[in-house]
């Protein structure tokens, strides 16, 4: 498989292989392009980042604090924008511990009560 490492700016283009049952990656400059090349290879994960509305319609924007298995992050959004937030949130509260068993928190990163948060 090709694709593009998001570890830093350079977004090197990978080449995935499997050889021999070892993942092979080609195309990187560091160690850290092998690393995401495998774990996208094997089992991708992402961090996920969104907006949720509050009681009062005020918008604070969250983030997951690790990394989420692809293939849950529609479930894990869905469960963010069910979640009850309060108008007084602020950066940095956890608005939900360890969210669906996968051991990742739901923590504010921003927050406006224009809708768009700073
Ligand atoms: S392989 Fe290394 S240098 Fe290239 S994008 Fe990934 S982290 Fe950056």
Excluded at 36 to 61: C, M, N, W
């Amino acid at each position: 498989m090709n694709t593009i490492c998001i570890m830093c700016p350079m977004g090197c283009a990978l080449n995935i292989e499997e050889h021999d049952g070892k993942v092979v990656v080609s195309g990187n400059t560091c160690k850290r392009g092998e690393l995401y090349g495998v774990q996208e290879f094997t089992h991708p994960k992402r961090a996920i980042t969104t907006l949720v509305k509050t009681a009062d319609g005020s918008v604070v924007s969250v983030k997951t604090s690790a990394l989420v298995p692809k293939e849950r992050i529609f479930e894990v959004v869905g469960k963010i924008h069910e979640l009850d937030v309060r108008p007084d949130a602020k950066i940095g509260d956890v608005l939900a511990k360890d969210l669906l068993g996968l051991g990742v928190d739901v923590i504010v990163t921003g927050t406006a009560k224009s809708g768009v948060p700073r």
